[in-house]
């Protein structure tokens, strides 16, 4: 008797966690669902050349006709905002999945294997950082400035290493466990364990690592955009926005508060889907 009272506080508090959890992760949902359809369907109902200058509407501060205001060259910057929003979410979610297909298979190798195949891995993985990620992406943009191609590239080769690294701690207890000696005794086949026990365990970690590494990508294009060696001007991107508005803050505040609140939304809707992994 006395033992379950003294087990309920535990219990509420677990719950507690559990719903806390499960809002969080609602609410990053639904910040990433309007910033998804912000930036899928705002360029067409717009319908606003994101080019398109008219320098006599300089300047222009929010209102009817432009809602968030033209910048110095008369542009719509809700129009440029829709765009970069479209391009920074559609090329960080291609490089963080480009990154999880190598990195979730050589992961899942180096444990399954082994020996001088995970040796060998291993010190691949620890070459790669010990290059500074961004430094990478920044060797790839220097190659061809301003090409789409050698951002996605210098992304997905900075990020795969952390999907090996966090796939191959997992997959190896995994397959260290009871359940999958028990297959392979009762002769079960390398498809069998894979989709039946270490592909069911390694689907929450991965959603969790995909969100994270994701947002890293965002931060890094806005980044190299900010400081003028990512995509160049007149492409619509965050980092090159801000850029282009920080000299005009103290006449027109309203420019810059644009593309940054946009990246604090995605970045914040992509931490709050990955969660802390707490539930206490």
Same mark, same amino acid.
């Given at each position: ?11 509420d ?6 719903r ?8 990053g949902?639904?910040?990433l ?27 222009? $501060?929010? *209102?009817?006709?432009?809602?968030l205001?033209t ?16 391009l ?51 060797? #790839? ?17 900075? %990020? ?6 966090v ?23 390398? *498809? ?6 270490? %592909? ?13 590494s994701?947002?890293q ?8 955009? #900010? ?6 001007? $007149?492409t ?8 282009? #508005?920080? $000299? ?5 505040p309203?420019?810059?508060?644009? $593309? ?10 992509m ?10």
């Open positions: 008797m006395s033992g379950s009272v003294i087990d309920m506080p535990a219990l508090l677990a719950g507690h966690g559990a806390r959890t499960t809002l969080r992760r609602r609410a949902l639904v910040i669902a309007l910033v998804s359809a912000f930036s899928l369907f705002g360029p067409s109902l717009i319908g606003i050349d994101p080019a398109r200058q008219t320098l006599a509407d300089t300047l222009l $501060p929010p *209102g009817a006709a432009h809602w205001g910048d110095v060259l008369g542009r719509s910057v809700l129009a440029r905002l829709a765009h970069a929003a479209r920074s979410l559609g090329l960080a979610l291609l490089a963080a999945l480009t990154a999880a297909v190598p990195g979730v298979l050589l992961g899942v190798a180096a444990s399954w294997r082994g020996g001088r195949i995970e040796r060998a891995l291993v010190m691949l993985a620890d070459a790669v950082l010990s290059v500074p990620g961004l430094l990478l992406v920044l060797l #790839f943009a220097a190659l061809a400035p301003g090409r789409h191609w050698a951002l996605y590239i210098g992304l997905s080769l900075s %990020l795969w290493v952390e999907y090996f690294r796939c191959r701690a997992a997959s190896r207890q995994v397959l260290a466990s009871d359940a999958v000696q028990a297959s392979r005794l009762l002769g079960f086949g390398t *498809g069998y364990v894979l989709r039946r026990h270490l %592909l069911p365990a390694l689907a929450p970690v991965l959603g969790t690592l995909l969100a994270f994701a947002a990508a965002v931060l890094a294009l806005a980044a190299l955009g #900010f400081i003028g060696v990512g995509l160049q001007p $007149p619509p991107e965050l980092g090159l926005m801000m850029t282009e #508005f920080l $000299p005009h803050y103290e006449e027109a309203w420019l810059i508060a644009a $593309p940054v609140a946009l990246l604090m939304a995605v970045v914040l809707g931490m709050l889907v990955a969660g802390d992994g707490e539930t206490t």
